[in-house]
């Protein structure tokens, strides 16, 4: 399996509260992703990165944020919780490549509730 | 905004029987890929298919691309129940790096 790691894998919050999401990967691929699963939506992109401070919005980018300081750790941010933001939240990695055969490798998801 | 729609949403089968799933949309993708999802993971790339009119197989499972990239099948022969889960599509944006996903089929293969 390739290497990611995402922490925490359970989260419990309170609205309106900081939350910090972690995707840490061993693998050195340049390309990182964030995504939200919800039932009758399947997998729906947040924000993903193709570089070391390079990132860019996906379909469902309100309300977070990211961060990419180094190769390995990709952050998600959610500034001030809702109870929107209840979902499954899956990390993605890919290897530079060509860009039309680029297979994802996910991570087993941080499952975030917010009351 | 780019949709995949997957058909159907629930499937429900006995042992031994064939079926298809289907991922279609108005927009053309530079390539298409097929996941399985177990419950508590994360997707696992089944296959990738680039080409127009492209067919792979793997083992029981045939996946085709449509020749003009918008859709595509996988169709499962002699399903077992170990071929119970999720299955999703999607579709790399032509040009970027962006993945479009599926909704999801939800399979289960009755013994």
């Known amino acids: 399996d390739a290497g990611i790691t995402q922490s925490p894998r359970h989260k419990v919050t309170e609205t309106g509260t900081p939350v910090t999401l972690r995707c840490h990967q061993t693998?050195?691929?340049?390309?990182m992703y964030w995504y939200r699963q919800d039932p009758g939506h399947g997998l729906r992109l947040i924000h993903y990165s193709y570089g070391v401070k390079d990132t860019d919005k996906g379909e469902v980018s309100d309300g977070y944020s990211v961060s990419r300081s180094k190769t390995e750790d990709f952050l998600l941010t959610l500034e001030s919780a809702t109870s929107s933001q209840t979902s499954v939240y899956f990390c993605?990695?890919?290897?530079?490549?060509?860009?039309?055969?680029?297979?994802?490798?996910f991570g087993d998801g941080t499952r975030l509730s917010i009351l | 905004t780019q949709l995949l729609e997957q058909s159907p949403q629930f499937l429900s089968i006995q042992e031994g029987e064939n079926l298809t799933v289907y991922c279609n949309s108005s927009s053309v993708f530079s390539s298409l890929q097929w996941y399985r999802q177990e419950p508590g993971e994360g997707p696992v790339l089944l296959v990738t298919?680039?080409?127009?009119?492209e067919v792979k197989k793997l083992k029981r499972l045939t996946f085709q691309f449509g020749d003009a990239r918008k859709d595509s099948s996988l169709h499962i022969t002699a399903a077992q129940p170990g071929d119970t889960g999720l299955y999703l599509c999607?579709?790399?944006?032509?040009?970027?790096?962006?993945?479009?996903f599926g909704t999801g089929t939800r399979l289960k293969v009755l013994a």
């Open positions: 298919v680039v080409t127009g009119g």
């Open positions: 999607a579709g790399v944006v032509s040009g970027t790096y962006k993945y479009i």
């Open positions: 993605a990695i890919s290897p530079t490549g060509d860009y039309s055969n680029q297979p994802q490798h």
């Open positions: 693998e050195n691929h340049r390309y």
